[in-house]
């Protein structure tokens, strides 16, 4: 959100909106025909050879075309926008059907891969600039998020530990609610969005129906105990949590945490005491300081915390102290929230306040005093899920055994939110001792 209040849930788009030449248009439709008459296998070739190479192409008008792209005064602005439409012409058509999800990643390497060929002499000054301007793309924020989705969408899946030397980034296809924001770049259009929309669904899905299915397993298991039967088919922690961890977060974000209530309970009993009272928004503010310090322990809040978010919502726009109370304060308050909860922006990615906290309180109360934000106002998820993304992104070439603490805070926020907002069932969690 800005400082108009305006909700930036989606990334802008605003180069996808430009106009787009003939030449341009000729490159997408070439593409375009390929991709639905050709195997992956044999487009990965027109990659190399029109856009790696850039020497020799069978088609000579799309070849020229290109050059014309390159040699263009607006290529060093422009030809970022036109190399990532040209991946996600492909990407959106291959990353829908299992056969040809794996085409993404060798996409990817493909971009990445160096020039086999010297500079064709007759066209030098074009094929040069083609190779610089790869390069140039290979920096990009376009060209990050093309490899976070070729991440998500790798066959075989890293042996994932918490002491693992791979990148942060691998870890990206875990976490369905960082997709949006992850996968979509500046450029991205509609069809692009819709794409990942798509994949996040089914991700998402995947992941319920895995935590349901594994804790029924855990259930039955308990029972079996019991019983001394041994005939269960074993199921696999979805999560990167120890099974022990993994049960308790789930009753914790499922059972009766405060008041003999669950986190939902508290939120509707927080929303109907402050619509009731028809109170002013200095006086919403202070009942919620009250509401969310119930989620932290009281001698880390006393140290410093407290004051720190007293302070914060004392500072979020006091000019309207006096109004009445609404819906759209309830939103930018929550918003200013997060940002002092987590990170303020990509531009200011300070965020000692989230690391203190899950150093003191652990990821699941950390998670709590998330979660009893987004319950009471909902429409500031996906601002709660722009902030880990910024997180995210800032660490993802780190090591995810060097960053352990972020690793588990997305852990627990992926149970909170899908067992809060989802549709898996694990009520079943409570019964276990």
Known sequence: MDSQGNTASQPPSSHYTRSVGSEEQKLYDHFLKAVQSESAEEILGRIRALLVEGS?????????????????????????????????ILTNRWQGRPQTQGAVPQLIQVLESKPATPVDFTRSKANRRLRELLNQFQETEQFQALRRLSCVLEESEPAETLESQQPLRSLIRRYPYLYPHCLVSDG????????????????QRNYELDLSQFVTYQVRRSSSHNRGDRLLHPVTNPTLLPETDLTEALKHFTGKVSQGCTHRDLAERFLIQSQYRQQTFKGFKGDLYEYLIDAVEPEYGRRQFNNQLHQTLNSILPDNDSSEFNEFLLLRTCSQLLNFLIVQS?????????VDLISNLGPMQTTSLLLKLVLICRKVRPYLEKRLSILFNHYECHTQGSVQWLVMAMEHLNIALSTNFGKVNVGLVNSLV
């Open 56 to 88: 020799s192409y069978d088609d000579r008008e799309v070849l020229l075309s290109l050059d014309r792209l390159v040699l263009s005064d607006s290529a060093y602005q422009d030809f970022q926008f036109i190399l990532n439409r040209c991946a996600h």
């Open 188 to 203: 991205s259009s509609p069809e692009d969005q819709n794409s990942v929309r798509s994949l996040q669904d089914q991700m």
């Open 346 to 354: 990509p531009t200011q990615p300070k965020h000692f306040v989230f």
